[in-house]
């Protein structure tokens, strides 16, 4: 990854763990927590696709890991992430752009349902039962719910910052298809354009020359 595709996915991690952590932990909503990282992940994933999306999963969970006050076994949400970035960054849409605002949600949709099973099935494995006396299908409903609900705030503007500041072959091209860019992009348009365009043929016939000789 080039240094734009770790120090923004680092600053963005960073502020979504303080955020989730002082902020979004302390609301004592029903049932799950808000995951504002795993919708940074997701966003950051839409665009670098799996390989990125992967390596900024990882990173993200580990952080969650390792910030107090956390009580789990340190990879369990690394592992989660990860595969919830790789998973994403294979749904990234050509250029990195959506089509539509639904298909984003359903793909946080998904995420959200995904990572709250793993966290559980991970738990599960480690020894820890927490979501069992909680009850998974209220944690899973209730992580879809609200990641959902925050899902337009958070995405979008992630997909944008990462777009902005990625410039990667995909982001030329897509900025140079999208017909706002200039330089080359509009000179080498300009060439093809009158490269194609077929030399003009005249068409009125020549009057033959009289060139007979008089008797």
Do not use: W
Not at 59 to 84: E, F, K, M, N, Q
Not at 131 to 156: E, I, K, M, N, Q
Not at 181 to 194: D, V
Request: aromatic share 4%.
């Amino acid at each position: 990854m080039r240094a734009n595709r770790i120090v923004l996915p680092a600053v963005l991690l960073l502020v979504a763990l303080v955020i989730q952590v002082s902020v979004l932990g302390r609301l004592q909503l029903p049932g799950a927590t808000p995951d504002l990282l795993m919708l940074v992940v997701v966003g950051l994933a839409l665009v670098y696709g799996p390989s990125g999306g992967c390596l900024v999963g990882f990173a993200g969970g580990l952080l969650a890991d390792l910030a107090p006050p956390s009580d789990h076994a340190i990879g369990r949400y690394a592992l989660v992430l990860c595969l919830v970035g790789y998973a994403a960054g294979l749904l990234r849409p050509e250029g990195g752009r959506q089509r539509s605002a639904l298909s984003a949600l359903l793909v946080v949709a998904g995420a959200a349902v995904v990572s709250t099973l793993l966290y559980a099935t991970v738990g599960a494995l480690v020894g820890d039962t927490a979501a069992r006396h909680v009850g998974l299908t209220g944690l899973v409903l209730s992580a879809l719910l609200y990641d959902v609900l925050l899902a337009p705030f958070v995405v979008p503007a992630v997909m944008l910052v990462a777009r902005r500041y990625d410039q990667g072959p995909a982001a030329v091209a897509a900025g140079s298809g999208d017909g706002g860019g200039s330089g080359l992009g509009s000179l080498a348009r300009y060439r093809t354009t009158r490269e194609a365009s077929p030399m003009p043929v005249n068409t009125r016939k020549k009057r033959p020359l009289n060139l007979a000789k008089r008797p």
